[in-house]
């Protein structure tokens, strides 16, 4: 407290003694002897004055219409011209970059009569740049048929995304895709049953390959590697997730519509390492299929899919669960 005391006592100090030796300058300036009265020479005209610039104003609305144009062009040839034109699966994450809008809701049944319920799940995704995409994800509402002593319902922790897309090319070319992620999740949820209470952090490597025929596109996408805790790792161990899916595209024709459907296959394969479910192993199978995209407007699409998830090992965190997904894309 002396110290304190003593630090804002000098620093006033010398405040004051800088104040003064500007007022003695300042005196001294005014009390100086002028110099010599001398002829003044003819008058003249003096020059208008000068005019200044206005001065410069920096604001991201000036130009707005045109640097958002400008910024949906860049969009529009990252996602159709540099990249597979592939479907987002419903499980996996995709190694090409996507803008859209997303929700996502999940009904798990699991051992002994439990059900989970996962309501509003996913959320934004952004190409910022050419070779980067965002995802805001938003936290989900949970509910369980817990007991009634038992809290039944909360949101979960809140997702991040970053994607960089290193190596693409367009589906008329090479049909190829190689991509860094880093998937986190930060501990903002019920921690009672749905939240660890740890931070939650997945550098990702993603990849895939599609071959065109005439009778459609077929394509394969992948993503692997660990999820870290920030602590506990003896405990909730760092489990390597592979997320596989295998599609097919193509526009069918229904009755005078056309309709573009992707019927997909995934897989997702779990390995504990470490952790208290050490050297376990957990397989789960989604057959799905998605509808889209339909144009809603210039830049605007619409897409709506569903599958089925079900456990294939003894090992397994739920028997299976109802997937739905509905999303807007926009490029």
């Known amino acids: 407290m002396k110290t304190f005391i003593r630090s804002c006592f000098f620093i006033v100090v010398a405040g004051l003694l800088a104040v003064v030796l500007v007022d003695v300058r300042q005196v001294a300036a005014q009390q100086a002897p002028s110099p010599p ?3 003044s020479p003819p008058l003249q005209a003096a020059p208008p004055p000068p005019v200044s610039p206005p001065p410069m104003v920096y604001s991201p609305f000036i130009n707005f219409k045109a640097k958002y144009d400008q910024w949906l062009a860049m969009v529009h040839r990252t996602h159709e011209e540099e990249q597979p034109d592939w479907m987002t699966p419903i499980v996996t994450v995709i190694p090409t970059l996507q803008q859209e809008i997303r929700t996502d809701y999940g009904f798990a049944f699991a051992p002994h009569g439990l ?4 309501y509003a799940s996913k959320g934004t995704e952004i190409i910022p740049t050419e070779n980067t995409e965002v995802i805001f994800g938003n936290p989900s509402y949970i509910t369980k048929n817990l007991p009634a002593d038992k809290p039944t319902s909360g949101f979960a922790d809140w997702p991040f995304l970053v994607k ?10 090479g ?4 991509t860094l992620m880093l998937s986190s999740s930060f501990a903002i949820g019920s921690t009672s049953f749905v939240s660890e209470n740890h931070d939650l952090f997945s ?5 895939g390959k599609g071959i065109v025929t005439k009778y459609g596109e077929f394509d394969y996408q992948a993503t692997i590697g660990p999820t870290i805790p920030d602590g506990q790792t003896n405990t909730l161990g760092t489990p390597i997730v592979w997320n596989s899916a295998f599609q097919y595209g193509h ?8 309709v573009p459907l992707w019927p997909e296959f995934e897989t997702m394969w779990v390995a504990y390492p470490n952790g208290d479910n050490r050297g376990q192993q957990q397989l789960y199978l989604t057959p799905g299929l998605i509808a889209g995209r339909f144009k809603l407007s210039e830049h605007t699409y619409f897409v709506l899919g569903a599958g089925l998830q079900f456990a294939a090992t003894q090992a397994r965190s739920f028997n299976h669960q109802w997937l739905v997904t509905m999303r807007i894309p926009y490029f």
């Open 37 to 39: 009265l001398q002829a």
């Open 175 to 178: 049909n190829y895709v190689l």
């Open 251 to 258: 526009r069918f024709d229904l009755g005078g519509w056309v």
């Open 203 to 207: 550098p990702l490597i993603g990849f």
């Open 115 to 118: 059900q989970t319920f996962t």
């Open 164 to 173: 960089y897309r290193l190596l693409s090319s367009p589906s008329d070319a």
